[in-house]
């Protein structure tokens, strides 16, 4: 038996954690380019504001 400890070291200690990263964002549906609205289309993620455009 082993006893796992988790721990969590952020990459960027300094960083607020208001601040989300792009993948954050884009999974809450925010263009990581110029924080406007993504839009769900054809498996894509893509904004309508500035053009940015995420596919998986
Ligand atoms: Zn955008």
Redesign the pocket.
């Known amino acids: 038996m082993s006893e796992e400890i988790p721990i969590q070291v952020p990459e960027n200690i300094n960083a607020p954690v208001e601040i989300l990263s792009e993948a954050q964002k884009i999974k809450k549906g925010i263009?990581?380019?110029?924080?406007?609205s993504?839009v769900f289309q054809e498996g894509c993620k893509v904004?309508?504001?500035?053009?940015?455009g995420g596919c998986e």
């Open positions: 263009c990581p380019s110029c924080d406007g993504l904004c309508y504001s500035c053009g940015w």
